[in-house]
């Protein structure tokens, strides 16, 4: 099938480059003349493993393409992926404006009817205003456009391998002809026939996702209520940190305990310092948002939020009680990005940490394998070293802000020679505590005896 897709960034460069690879013939555009250039010119604007290979591998193959001509882009394809962003307003509301700049794109320069399809993660009832909006400005061509709901569950870091093997595919649909034509989309992911680009020789064998095929307001409902979850289990777990703390329990332990119920589940029971990026923070918000505004009061999704902001603060009270005086101090960070294996330090908590150490008067230094440049553009001038050693040369304290797993294979031993006084405060639980304190290292992490 011959498909567009409109935003180049981590969804839209995934999706686009993996329909690509699975035989369908692709077109992306984007709006950041400098991402097109860069796009244009054959390279890959952010960190996702596999990414390049994909995306190099489906232009060889001709199936795919990227151009700065937008109508053109509208044009090729039967069905349109919109990948934009939906980042948070001051209110925490979602920001839609670039859904909307599309929508009118799409309507007054396509020249034949097309299904739209929302990638982006959008509050309830968006596709009922998108379908508006291409209605009415549509109506000096007279077409008319269908419009599904496609949620996107990928992981940035894992993003392509998730593509691929979803657990699930979700639509939400108005139509039987837009069931169809998802049904047909997707159709060599359902059936695994693809040449995987992430596992060679040949793939595990996994079961076929479920195709859930659902209304448009439901559809849109599942990613809200899905990442909100995940932020409550993630808040759970921390609090349930803090509880550990005072009673002398481990609070891993007590999660994966829990985690073996079936019921509960292990995944996303890790405490420490919370979460960021660009999903969990502003779907967490926008679902409050859109939960009050239909006069429904989400006070559990509220708490969540809080408990995450407030660990940022938990960290730097650890950091003062450990340093005594932090103005001066030198204090190198490990970790920038909001997780591993990406790029990305959207609402990244490690950014905080280090713009709060920085007012209180701290010399920064910092490292990160992937996220050192876009880090650079958010805060205020620290230096950043590529070797992590560098950044624990003649250190007060070291953190752990991002759970790499080549800061895990550290030579700790150097580590802390190089160091003007072996303080680590491991904010990601990254570490042994037994083995760090082994080693003479003045050790704190979260909910861990002795932290
Ligand atoms: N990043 C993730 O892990 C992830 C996972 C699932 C869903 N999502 C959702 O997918 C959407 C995109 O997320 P992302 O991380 O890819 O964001 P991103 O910021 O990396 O990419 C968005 C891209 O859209 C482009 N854009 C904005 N307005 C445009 C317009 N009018 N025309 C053309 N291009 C335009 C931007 O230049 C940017 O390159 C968001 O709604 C996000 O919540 C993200």
Redesign the pocket.
């Known amino acids: 099938m011959r498909i567009s897709v409109?935003?180049?960034?981590?969804?839209?460069?995934v999706t686009g480059g993996c329909l690509a690879e699975v035989g369908h013939e692709v077109v992306c555009?984007?709006?950041?003349p400098g991402?097109m250039a860069m796009l244009e010119g054959g390279r890959v604007p952010?960190y996702e493993p596999h990414l390049d290979a994909v995306l190099a591998a489906a232009r060889r193959a001709g199936r795919l393409t990227f151009t700065r001509h937008?109508g053109e882009a509208v044009r090729a394809g039967d069905a349109i992926f919109i990948?934009?962003?939906?980042?948070p307003r001051q209110t925490g509301e979602a920001d839609l404006s670039?859904i909307d700049?599309?929508a009118r794109?799409i309507a007054t320069e396509a020249r034949s009817p097309k299904l739209v399809i929302e990638?982006?993660?959008?509050p309830a009832q968006t596709g009922l205003q998108l379908k508006r909006a291409l209605a009415v400005y549509s109506r000096k061509n007279g077409l008319a456009f269908r419009v599904a709901s496609n949620?996107?569950?990928?992981?940035?870091g894992t993003?392509v391998e998730d593509f691929l093997h979803p657990d699930r595919i979700v639509v939400g649909v108005e139509e039987q002809s837009s069931e169809e034509q998802c049904r047909e989309i997707y159709r060599p992911i359902l059936e695994g026939l693809f040449h995987c680009p992430v596992h060679t020789p040949a793939c595990p064998p996994t079961p076929t996702p479920p195709m859930l095929v659902t209304t448009i307001a439901s559809s849109e409902l599942i990613?809200h209520a899905s990442n909100s979850f995940l932020a409550l289990k993630i808040s759970y777990a921390n609090v349930l940190a803090d509880l550990c703390e005072r009673l002398g329990a481990n609070v891993e332990e007590v999660t994966r305990a829990m985690g073996l119920d079936p019921r509960i589940g292990p995944q996303f029971l890790r405490a420490g310092l919370g979460f960021g990026?660009?999903?969990l923070p502003?779907?967490i918000q926008a679902f409050i948002w859109l939960a009050e505004s239909v006069g429904v009061d989400f006070g559990l999704l509220k708490e969540t939020e809080r408990v995450n902001r407030q660990r940022i603060e938990l960290l730097l009270e650890k950091v003062r009680r450990a340093l005594w005086v932090v103005k001066d101090k030198q204090v190198g960070v490990l970790g920038l990005a909001f997780k591993p294996n990406t790029d990305?330090v959207?609402f990244a908590p490690a950014i905080e940490v280090i713009n709060r150490l920085v007012a209180e008067g701290a010399q920064v230094r910092a490292c990160d394998p992937e996220a050192m440049e876009k880090a650079g553009a958010l805060l205020p001038p620290i230096a950043y070293h590529r070797d992590p050693y560098e950044v624990a040369k003649n250190a007060d304290a070291l953190l752990i802000t991002t759970e790499w797993e080549e800061f895990r294979r550290l030579d700790w031993e150097r580590i802390r020679d190089l160091m003007a006084r072996p303080l680590l405060l491991d904010a990601r639980n990254l570490l042994d505590p037994a083995q760090m304190k082994a080693l003479g290292f003045e050790y704190h992490s979260f909910g861990r005896p002795g932290c």
């Open positions: 409109i935003g180049c960034g981590y969804v839209g460069l555009t984007d709006n950041d991402r952010i937008a990948c934009v962003g939906t980042p670039a700049n599309v794109l990638k982006s993660t959008v949620p996107e569950f990928l992981r940035e993003a990613k990026g660009f999903c502003k779907d990305d959207r």
